[in-house]
């Protein structure tokens, strides 16, 4: 709804509003007047014949303003009402003055409340041509009875020719006057009013329209008073913390954000860029940034600080997986380079050892260390085949895969190794899940986490390969060994990272690796069965 329409609405309600308060006080002022002028005159016995009448006037009174009270509520054309009010009080008015004497009636001051309450009503204008009226019909009752033509209803020239005349010449000038000075306060007033109404739809404009981004806004937003206590928090706040306002109304910040510096101190020294935790109540940890400002209200008083707020979880995660990245990416860098350059030196360290050992000459203690040197050099180059491998993977020749044929694949396989002798091995997954991917690199991957799984189970336990379809294809492998602490899941996927005393700590950096190269991603965590829990996220892809 723009401004004016919100304007001509309230104005209108106004007007109504006006309306009422005028019918109920003029009913109350006729209700005094004349209520009051039957009262005196029942106490002499000269006016005794207009007490009815005067009663009957109260009673037309009410009847026109319950008549009136009625319509005010369906009209819509409040200046034409307005209007018709104001004809039916001059000639109530002149009623009231033919009945009470004419030119000595004590009532002919009710022209003047009339003229006043059309200021309030009517403009300016109208007011000075209700003010006319006025003085027409005032001017006419008194000629008509000047010249006798009212003696019907008892009234004659009781008075002096002069009265008549100066009669008219006073209330004339008295009408006019107050129809200019009432007009003229009425019209300021109406224009401060309006005035006042534009302040307050702008005010409300501009407050509703304050909610409104502090609603969509993506930060969190709380304000925390001198006191240290939460007073305002926004609908993003909710969303990241899983509180409402009525949750951390009027409650310690401090106690309420114990990851947060906010104490008093905060609102002394504004922070502008800081980082804390907050712990949910389901126990999910997040990390949030945070910066406080001073919080003054429109006098320049101290409201307190204004708190803003984002949860940083997600993004110091990817920020943790493209440093990782980056490390990957140097090291492979690195060990292509070395193991180019190692190679060739270690195959003629391996090539001469071997002829060595085939001379007759050779010693048993001679020939048994000569074995030794060939079996490291062969460690050695399965090391570097795999650092090769990693630094530069085989790009994924992709198709259309059914995963299920892979895991079976891979079941076989697991079945002939002895270190899964006494792992039992579980399979939920369908007879068909398929994904787009390179075979045998998934499965090489799969057969790492496998070996990987065994090894911390130290092939004893449970190994449950599975799926799931639904958002994100993934691929499970869980084991019931001791899990991966909190502390280095950060860092398993990194090369040569290992906490197994023979290990080279390529083997989940190569799965991380692998996966990547489908646009995937590699996840950890707890699982069910209490020990690891791999997912292997894929992107879905048209086959």
Not at 32 to 54: D, E, M, T, V
Not at 378 to 394: I, V
Request: aromatic letters at 10%; charged letters at 20%.
């Amino acid at each position: 709804m723009s401004t004016s329409e919100t304007l001509k609405k309230r104005v209108m309600k106004t007007d109504n509003r006006g309306l009422t308060w005028y019918l109920i006080c003029r009913t109350a002022v006729i209700t005094l007047l004349l209520g009051g002028a039957a009262i005196f005159y029942l106490k002499g016995s000269a006016n005794r014949p207009l007490i009815q009448p005067l009663f009957l006037l109260i009673v037309i009174a009410y009847a026109e303003a319950l008549v009136s009270a009625l319509f005010l509520k369906k009209i819509s054309n409040t200046d034409f009402f307005s209007q018709l009010q104001i004809v039916w009080d001059l000639l109530f008015v002149s009623v009231l003055i033919l009945l009470t004497g004419g030119v000595e009636s004590v009532f002919s001051f009710a022209y003047l409340l009339v003229i006043v309450s059309a200021s309030f009503l009517l403009s300016r204008r109208s007011t000075v041509l209700a003010a006319a009226c006025a003085v027409i019909m005032f001017g006419g009752i008194l000629n008509l009875q000047f010249f006798n033509y009212l003696q019907p209803i008892n009234l004659f020239r009781s008075v002096p020719d002069g009265t008549f005349f100066s009669a008219l010449f006073v209330h004339g000038v008295a009408f006019f006057l107050t129809s200019i000075l009432s007009g003229t306060l009425a019209e300021r007033w109406r224009q401060s009013e309006k005035e006042l109404q534009l302040k307050t739809i702008d005010y409300a404009e501009l407050k509703k329209m304050n909610q409104t981004i502090l609603s969509h806004i993506s930060s969190g937003l709380m304000l925390i008073n001198s006191r240290g206590k939460i007073r305002s928090f926004n609908r993003a706040a909710t969303i990241i913390t899983g509180w409402s306002l009525q949750d951390v109304y009027d409650k310690e910040a401090a106690e309420m954000f114990p990851g947060l510096s906010l104490d008093s101190t905060v609102i002394l020294t504004p922070l502008k860029r800081s980082e804390g935790y907050f712990v949910r109540d389901n126990g999910e940890n997040l990390i949030l940034g945070y910066a406080t400002t001073p919080a003054k209200g429109s006098q320049g008083e101290n409201l307190g600080v204004l708190v803003t707020f984002q949860d940083l979880t997600q993004l110091k995660k990817t920020e943790e997986d493209l440093k990782r990245t980056d490390r990957l990416a140097a090291v492979g860098r690195l060990a292509a380079g070395m193991a180019h350059e190692i190679r060739n030196p270690l195959a003629s360290i391996s090539g001469s050892v071997q002829l060595l050992m085939e001379a007759e000459t050779v010693q048993p203690d001679d020939l048994r260390l000569m074995g030794i040197v060939v079996k490291e050099a062969e460690r050695l180059n399965g090391l570097l085949t795999d650092f090769l491998e990693f630094a530069k993977p085989k790009e994924p020749v992709k198709e259309s895969v059914n995963v299920a044929s892979i895991l079976d694949q891979l079941v076989d396989m697991l079945a002939t190794d002895p270190r899964f002798k006494g792992i039992e091995i579980t399979q939920v997954y369908p007879d068909e899940f398929y994904l787009v991917l390179d075979r045998s690199l998934i499965l090489q991957a799969l057969w790492d986490l496998s070996i990987n799984a065994a090894e911390a189970m130290q092939s004893q336990g449970r190994l449950i390969f599975s799926v799931e379809e639904n958002g994100v294809p993934t691929i499970i492998i869980e084991d019931s060994g001791p899990g991966i602490a909190d502390e280095i899941k950060g860092r398993i996927f990194e090369p040569f990272f290992s906490t197994k005393e023979k290990g080279t700590g390529l083997g989940l950096a190569s799965v991380y690796s692998v996966v990547e190269s489908h646009g995937g991603m590699v996840t950890v965590e707890k699982g069910a069965a209490g020990g690891a829990r791999f997912s292997l996220l894929f992107t879905p892809e048209e086959g």
